[in-house]
């Protein structure tokens, strides 16, 4: 399915609409991601709840499978500083499918900015609720923690 506009809000069922909706949130930010990965929980499952505390720079996922949370990329490093809240979709569910992406410094690998896009698995909607600028390093080793 391709991205469909319904009101103010973008929907959409596969992770390659939730990665356009992050592109394009991203140009918009001055900050083009260009490097992408899918969150995967150890147990294989691939639906989250997801808290952010987007001024400490921490993003922490919880499987709905087997409740293990999980620190996004650097989060470890910030997490003591933070106030994660819960992100919730319009239509008040709690459970996203989640698409992590980057920009990077120009000539580098080295992150610049870090997105988080959700797909809510109840109604379809797609949109990033997070970001942050983020100085984490070598983009392949951020993304591998995400």
């Known amino acids: 399915m391709a991205l469909t506009k319904k009101g103010e ?21 001055r900050h083009e991601a260009v490097r992408f990965a899918a969150s995967k929980c150890d147990c294989g499952c691939r639906t989250f709840a997801l808290q952010t505390d987007e001024e400490a720079g921490v993003a922490i996922r919880t499987c709905t499978d087997c409740g293990l949370a999980h620190l996004m990329g650097d989060s470890a490093d910030y997490v003591e500083e933070a106030v994660p809240e819960t992100h919730e979709c319009v239509c008040e569910n709690e ?13 580098t690998h080295d992150v610049r900015w870090y997105y988080i896009a959700c797909h809510c698995v109840e ?24």
């Open 95 to 107: 459970v996203f499918e989640l698409m992590s992406g980057v920009s990077v410094y120009e000539g």
């Open 123 to 146: 109604c379809n909607l797609v949109g990033v609720f997070a970001d942050w600028k983020c100085e984490a390093g070598d983009a392949a080793a951020f993304l591998a923690k995400v």
């Open 9 to 29: 809000f973008w929907y959409g069922t596969t992770s390659g609409d939730t990665q356009a909706e992050l592109r394009s949130y991203s140009v918009a930010n």
